[in-house]
């Protein structure tokens, strides 16, 4: 995470950036249906997920949107998703990380748990 928010942070135009906003899915112990998961298998649909990144990023105050998809089988605590998004206002930056983050678990990544 901090890999990225230091790429952000080398842009030319990050004086326009009032704030980063990052998430980071980290593999959990139980799915969402409470059974025991030991492992996932994830992988990355990199086209839809540059799809959306272009279009969250064509958002008003968007300065940039970074995303890293660990993919191959992760054991429970493994970082899964990473996203940060920088911006100049709150409202504009947490309603972006909401939305894009939503679309790439729907139409960027797939996972199988295993128990």
Do not use: Y
């Amino acid at each position: 995470m901090n890999a990225l928010i230091a790429r952000i942070r080398e842009r030319e135009d990050f004086h326009r950036v009032g704030m980063i906003l990052c998430h980071n899915g980290v593999v959990r112990g139980t799915s969402r249906a409470g059974n025991t998961v030991s492992a996932v298998d994830v992988s990355a649909d990199w086209e839809a997920i540059n799809a959306i990144v272009a279009e969250q990023k064509a958002r008003p105050g968007i300065t940039e949107i970074l995303v890293e998809v660990n993919e191959g089988r992760l054991e429970v605590g493994d970082d899964l998703l990473a996203i940060v998004v920088a911006g100049d206002i709150r409202e504009h930056v947490i309603a972006v990380l909401t939305d894009t983050l939503n679309a790439i678990k729907a139409r960027g990544t797939r996972k199988r748990e295993h128990g």
